[in-house]
């Protein structure tokens, strides 16, 4: 690989080589669509840069950043004893293989199964907790029972030398240390970074008030309580449609099912999109972004819509209270409550004027606090930290 325009102030290898930074992902489409900021800003720091990782149709789009790809099966549907050992197994060689200097871990399995692997070899761990899923989400029996196991193992896993857990708000932060984890083992950052010149401020469309969301139709992404607030919506005769962006995921309990997204689509005012490649097309033609979700790490559908100009309405939850703040960027509702839900919208729908005041704070917000560049630069001083030699 070429050097990067940081290389010189970086530690060599014993063979002269760059430091080796592996980020562990379960996904390669969720590494291409939230780490992939992070990674370039890694490259143009001078490391080399490898991912392991499922792989479905992402490997032409990574190869084309100059990443090395690195597949690894990860079962995500169900919890099967074998499959964990055989992914622990094929992620124990890899590090034999490359001997990383750094290994970086996204999310909550990739940290658990990724930290097992790693055990009792001399690399350092960042472990990207983000927003800490379905298991501390659901009151389901299952999550009960998985919750303090899941809490067990970050603790014994994360609070260890050379290892940093990476949180995206606040609350998170205090979540782990109430798990066990070391304060001084938790940094903040704040999203992997949206691109705030490829996104734009654009005006608002012709037609009727738009809502958009954006994201895998989960119940805990709130995906079923805002289809209920706009049939409230409509039910008051408010010509406000819903656009929805996004599929469901078959490997989470709490998704909904095809047939369930198939028929929110045939309702009136309704348009689901599936999968959009070009975020920006949606926000183009919504006027407000929504997310009613009951947690999140950092939601990348908001900074997206913010990047846009597009004021919001969340739930008053972790990572959603980050982007969506209260009278400046948009507007909070409780979770679970589509009457709350419908009202917010309600309000921004029927004022042009405080949609635009809340749109150009969002702009803004997202210029200065979750610009690609900014996180781009933070991340990459948090791995020089880890693998300049210690004094």
């Known amino acids: 690989m070429s050097d990067g325009p940081h290389a010189a102030g970086l530690p060599r290898r014993p063979d002269g080589g760059l430091p080796r930074l592996l980020y562990v992902v379960t996904e390669d489409w969720y590494f291409l669509s939230h780490r992939l900021p992070m990674a370039r800003a890694a490259k143009a720091a001078g490391f080399d ?33 074998v499959a964990t050992l055989t992914t622990i197994r094929a992620l124990r060689r890899l590090h034999h293989e490359l001997a990383p200097d750094l290994v970086h871990h996204v999310a909550v399995q990739a940290t658990v199964l990724g930290s097992l692997a790693a055990l009792g070899r001399r690399v350092a761990r960042i472990s990207s907790i983000t927003g800490l899923g379905y298991s501390f989400i659901s009151h389901s029996l299952k999550a009960r029972i998985v919750r303090p196991v899941i809490g067990t ?56 008030i738009t809502i958009g969301f954006v994201g895998r139709l989960l119940d805990d992404k709130g995906i079923r309580v805002l289809v209920a607030a706009h049939r409230q919506l ?15 995921d078959p490997a989470n ?11 929110w689509g045939r309702e009136p005012g309704v348009t689901w999109l599936g999968h959009v490649d070009d975020i ?37 939850v972790p990572g959603c209270r980050e982007v969506a703040r209260a009278g400046k960027t948009g507007l909070l509702v409780p979770a679970d409550d589509a009457p709350a839900l419908a009202a917010a919208i309600e309000v921004l729908a029927r004022d042009v004027q405080i949609r635009g005041r809340y749109g150009r704070a969002a702009r803004t917000l997202a210029e200065e606090r979750f610009s690609a560049a900014a996180i781009g630069h933070a991340v990459t001083e948090l791995y020089l930290r880890l693998v300049r030699p210690r004094d």
Request: glycine content about 8%; aromatic content about 2%.
């Open 49 to 81: 840069v490898h991912v392991a990782t499922n792989v479905a149709d992402g490997a032409p789009a990574i190869a084309r950043e100059g990443i090395v790809l690195h597949p690894v099966r990860f079962a995500r549907a169900r919890l099967s004893p």
């Open 153 to 208: 193992l970050l603790r014994v896993l994360v609070d260890r030398p050379r290892s940093v857990a990476l949180v995206q708000n606040p609350d998170d932060g205090d979540l782990l240390q109430r798990l066990g984890i070391a304060a001084e083992r938790i940094a903040l950052i704040p999203g992997s970074g949206v691109d705030v010149d490829r996104l734009r401020p654009m005006p608002e469309a012709a037609g009727p």
């Open 234 to 248: 409509r039910t008051k005769g408010l010509d406000i449609a819903l656009l929805i962006a996004g599929t469901p």
């Open 253 to 263: 309990p709490a998704s909904v099912s095809q047939a369930e997204a198939e028929a």
């Open 280 to 316: 920006a097309t949606v926000w183009a033609r919504a006027h407000i972004a929504v997310l009613p979700s009951r947690r999140e790490g950092l939601p990348k559908s908001l900074l997206e819509a913010a990047a846009c100009g597009r004021p919001m309405v969340a739930t008053d």
